[in-house]
């Protein structure tokens, strides 16, 4: 036998070389042997992994209706890189009980989606996409940033891979808040009527749920603790919001129930539709 | 059994179908090759989470080491660590920017929600004198620039 290695510009990470895709990334081998998520820490990849679903899918809707060329193509690109993160969390989630990631995004009706509501608010007009994209990258930068910690090797992986790409997604989502919010008057008046509908589902990202709590006990170190990522979050959005004179709005925050199953009524035709297919012809492959 | 080239050689050979000039040695994605005789184990890793090319890459390998007498051929992914535009070889910035791509800079360190870049020299005509059109292009990897020397546009395969 002989092994050959490719030689890496970078010191070695903390977990070393993890091999997720013989065991975890493999359709056809989840499940099986090797590491096997815990239920509560696949209920934990699941909230991330349909956080990152839903929103793909969402921003997919918005190709070939941009605002310009160039705006297809980046809201394409991070819809692709979430996809990215949704599959990797999703086959790590199947681990637990053997479902596919095709399982997991095909085959649940809604109750049995973990995504925040964030996440489930309908595209609206561009300002409001916009809007949903910096509370969610602001977010999600600050949630992998953290996750790349985790006592959870696999967790721990997906954070790293993650991080780099959703910082892209921060810096397309400032840009655009910038240019909307210092524009013209109306283009002004649409950025702060988005932040003002998209900011009471904001709170939800950041509540400690019971399974975070379980987490702690029995994985310690494993998942991240969401109220420990607000102060980062809200310093973020504090700066760019001081940049071009928007203001938090003062809403109470929704009461929202992603994270229990309880959804958006938007998510309802949200799902039809990406599963639609799945489900009139299943196995199907093109 | 295999003769001549090595299981490694042969899966170098495998080029980036979005990126034809590159192999995927020099881009960085190879990360090794386990050679047991018969059977061949090949581990990469994926440059951004959702790129396509991983499927077609995985593909390649399988039927390039088929082709070679290999009964037994697994790929493999691995996440960790994560790819950086770092691993690319300096053999691969060369070719990237024969190809008409302006090829990376280092990976640096960023602080701030703002970050601050380098320049990015135009592949056509050498100058520093260039604008970033769009953060996202053709593929994930890749911003498109445009020279303001020459005026001709151009694709960056991205620091990351």
């Not at chain 1, 649940?108 to 609206?124: I, K, M, S, V, Y």
């Not at chain 2, 701030?112 to 593929?139: H, M, N, Q, Y």
Request: hydrophobic share 40%.
């Amino acid at each position: 036998m002989t092994l050959r290695q490719a030689q890496g510009p970078e010191e070695s990470e903390p977990h070393g070389t993890v091999t997720v895709d013989e065991v975890l990334l493999s359709a056809e081998l989840a499940g099986g042997e090797g590491v096997a998520a815990s239920a509560d820490v696949a209920e934990y990849a699941l909230w991330l992994g349909d956080d990152a679903l839903i929103l793909s899918q969402q921003l997919g809707a918005w190709i070939s209706r941009a605002p310009e060329l160039e705006e297809d193509v980046a809201l394409g690109n991070i819809a692709l890189d979430l996809l990215g993160h949704a599959r990797s969390l999703l086959r790590y989630a199947g681990t637990w009980d053997g479902r596919t990631e095709d399982d997991l995004a095909y085959f649940r009706d809604e109750p049995d989606w973990r995504t925040a509501w964030l996440f489930q608010q309908p595209n609206g007009d561009f300002a409001h996409t916009i809007a949903r994209q910096l509370a969610a990258s602001c977010f999600q930068f600050e949630l992998y940033t953290a996750l790349q910690r985790s006592s959870d090797a696999t967790l721990a992986a997906i954070a790293a891979k993650s991080v780099r790409e959703v910082e892209y997604h921060r810096d397309h989502a400032v840009q655009w808040t910038l240019r909307l919010a210092d524009g013209t008057d109306e283009s002004r008046r649409r950025m702060v009527t988005a932040v003002t509908d998209v900011w009471p589902y904001v709170d939800e990202l950041f509540r400690d749920e019971p399974l975070v709590e379980r987490l702690a006990q029995d994985a310690p170190g494993a998942a991240v603790r969401p109220s420990a990522l607000r102060s980062g979050f809200d310093g973020v959005i504090a700066a760019v919001f001081a940049e071009c004179g928007l203001e938090v709005p003062a809403l109470p925050p929704s009461s929202a129930g992603g994270r229990h199953g309880i959804h958006f009524p938007s998510m309802g035709y949200l799902l039809a539709e990406m599963q639609v297919l799945a489900r009139q012809h299943p196995g199907a492959t093109w | 059994m295999v003769s001549g080239a090595t299981a490694w050689d042969i899966a170098a050979s495998v080029h980036d179908p979005e990126i034809p000039v590159l192999s995927i040695a020099d881009l960085g994605v190879l990360r090794d090759v386990r050679d047991d005789g018969d059977a061949v184990t090949v581990t990469i890793t994926p440059t951004y989470s959702g790129c396509p090319a991983m499927d077609t890459i995985r593909d390649d390998l399988v039927l390039a080491l088929t082709a070679a007498g290999f009964a037994r051929v697994d790929v493999r992914t691995v996440l960790a660590p994560a790819w950086t535009t770092d691993w690319i070889t300096p053999h691969g910035r060369e070719a990237l920017a024969a190809f008409g791509i302006a090829p990376p800079g280092p990976v640096t360190a960023r602080s701030g929600p703002i970050p601050l870049r380098l320049s990015v020299k135009c592949p056509r005509c050498g100058s520093l004198d260039t604008r970033e059109l769009a953060r996202f292009g053709s593929t994930s990897c890749k911003a498109l620039y445009q020279c303001r020397s020459c005026d001709e546009p151009f694709d960056h395969f991205k620091a990351h």
